[in-house]
T-cell receptor
Framework: GNSVTQMEGPVTLSEEAFLTINCTYT??????LFWYVQYPGEGLQLLLK?????DKGSNKGFEATYRKETTSFHLEKGSVQVSDSAVYFC??????????FGAGTRLTVKP | GAVVSQHPSRVICKSGTSVKIECRSL??????MFWYRQFPKQSLMLMAT?????????EQGVEKDKFLINHASLTLSTLTVTSAHPEDSSFYIC???????????FGSGTRLTVV
């Protein structure tokens, strides 16, 4: 079946550090891949997405590239800010519109 | 972009009472909506898939009679927690699909506290 595995947290970084949150997936066919962000006490917001191999999704300084050969969609940001502190979820959606989430990775950025 | 409105954002109720949570797609029609439950510091747990005009599909282990779902129109799904108990206290989130390839749009969540 379809599934998503992402790096376990929590992750604690200093401001302006480089961020990588690993995400790998298992799926039949050609899923679309997503990163969602959840700030404290809120629902999930779409951060970025990629719908086919080699696509790069980007938003707010975050990037992730759809790598079919390694079945990965790692999230990166060159310089994190305190305001980036949140929980990040990797997800995939396949032909049947069934979305699968990773377990979430909590990021804390310290000043 | 697509917006999903969820109401209320917070509710406190007494044990034994029922609570209704609404999920509305504001600028698109959603034949399918999803209800999730999230425990502190954990991922989302899919509770049920709400289908407009038909019965909801519940995930294994979710009590249908306790978590009543109604999806009477293309823009509104409701989750009613019946005879609530303190163990039902949680963060409930709904989502809807705008279309193929768009991913899900999430509501802002409802913090339910049963006292």
């Amino acid at each position: 079946g379809n599934s998503v595995t992402q790096m376990e947290g929590p992750v604690t970084l200093s401001e302006e550090a480089f961020l990588t949150i690993n995400c790998t997936y298992t799926a039949t066919g050609y899923p679309s891949l997503f990163w969602y962000v959840q700030y404290p006490g809120e629902g999930l917001q779409l951060l970025l997405k990629a719908t086919k191999a080699d696509d790069k999704g980007s938003n707010k300084g975050f990037e992730a590239t759809y790598r079919k050969e390694t079945t990965s969609f790692h999230l990166e940001k060159g310089s994190v800010q305190v305001s980036d502190s949140a929980v990040y979820f990797c997800a995939l959606i396949n032909n049947n519109n069934d979305m699968r989430f990773g377990a979430g990775t909590r990021l804390t950025v310290k000043p | 972009g697509a917006v999903v409105s969820q109401h209320p954002s917070r509710v406190i109720c007494k044990s034994g009472t029922s609570v209704k949570i609404e999920c509305r797609s504001l600028d698109f029609q959603a034949t399918t909506m999803f209800w999730y439950r999230q425990f502190p510091k954990q991922s989302l747990m899919l509770m049920a898939t709400s289908n407009e005009g038909s019965k909801a599909t519940y995930e294994q282990g979710v009590e249908k009679d306790k978590f009543l779902i109604n999806h009477a129109s293309l823009t509104l799904s409701t989750l009613t927690v019946t005879s609530a108990h303190p163990e039902d206290s949680s963060f409930y989130i709904c989502s809807a699909i705008q279309g193929l390839g768009y991913g899900y749009t999430f509501g802002s969540g409802t913090r339910l506290t049963v006292v």
